[in-house]
């Protein structure tokens, strides 16, 4: 694990936090983590990737980011702008866009947004979210709709100490190891012990999701070559999402690779194997 330079950069006036590793001068590989992940998840398969200018951040209203206001949403769409501003003031002219899981599903909407900018797309255990049929869309307006209501009723969750955190981690299905990587970012400290960072909305579900319709178009839209990273105990297994993840092959030049490991592997046993994957793409 390396601890990363730390950075932030700023677009329409949030504060998008991050850390790099790597060589400076080497190719840009922009990743960006899962959900109530933060950047710091890439810092395992850092050290592998050493010969890359690898630049990771915490998404909005994750890690040392800024929150979005309180009219506000998070759906998948809505870093895109933002995302393609620090590219900019970045001044990535060419780059690898990586993504983890929900990170993933905003990768694919980042790289066709960058159009000839984005010269490989690699998908860690994730894809565009599992479709929503055009029947379920009212259900899933007043859904989101509940949810904005029981904001104000909100009390972030604490833990009397680091531990805390871990272990309720590791019940989710993380490592001991990841969970406890993840914590500088993932807790803010207060007088009641340590409380999750992470903006409460991100819990909740989004108004309107893609249809398998809008999934397709998106995946065939894009047409420069992809790396989709499947893990054998990952979303496949654990998420029932054995459609969702195929769906992803509607990419034209999308390679498939399974790795061992769980969902989060790439910061567990499977790092080295999937950096040495992601190398030999981008230098093939």
């Known amino acids: 694990m390396s601890e990363g330079s730390a950075f932030s950069v700023t677009a329409d006036g949030l504060t998008y936090a991050g850390l790099e590793w790597g060589d400076p001068d080497g190719y840009p590989i922009l990743a960006l983590h899962g959900w109530l992940d933060n950047a710091l998840s890439f810092s395992v398969i850092a050290p592998f990737l050493g010969d890359y200018r690898l630049i990771a951040l915490d998404l909005s209203g994750q890690g040392l980011s ?11 769409w809505e870093d895109v702008p933002q995302l393609l501003s620090v590219v900019s003031t970045l ?15 905003i990768a694919v909407l980042l790289a066709t947004a960058l159009e000839d900018r984005c010269s490989q797309l690699v998908l860690l255990d994730g894809m565009l979210p599992r479709p929503t049929p055009e029947e379920s869309a009212v259900e899933q307006f007043l859904q989101s709709q509940r949810d904005h209501c029981g904001l104000s009723k909100h009390q972030p969750r ?24 993840l914590a500088p970012r993932a807790l803010k400290e ?14 909740h579900a989004s108004a309107v999701k893609l249809s398998p319709g809008m999934c397709s178009a998106f995946y065939s839209a894009i047409t420069k070559p992809t790396l989709a990273l499947v893990a054998e105990e990952g ?7 054995e459609a969702s993840l195929a769906a992803v092959s509607e990419i034209a030049n999308c390679r498939i690779v399974t790795v061992p490991g769980s969902h989060h592997t790439h910061m567990e046993e499977g790092a080295q194997r999937i950096a040495e994957h992601i190398a030999a793409f981008i230098d093939g």
């Open 190 to 203: 207060t007088e009641d012990g340590w409380a999750l960072a992470h903006d409460p909305r991100l819990n």
């Open 66 to 76: 800024d929150h979005r206001s309180q009219d506000a949403t998070y759906h998948i």
């Open 91 to 105: 001044e990535l002219d060419q780059l690898t866009v990586l993504g983890h899981s929900r990170g993933a599903a």
């Open 235 to 241: 979303l496949r297994v654990r998420g029932g999402l």
């Open 158 to 181: 604490t833990f009397e100490d680091i531990e805390g955190f871990v272990s309720a981690r590791v019940q989710l299905g993380f490592s001991e190891s990841s969970a406890r990587l």
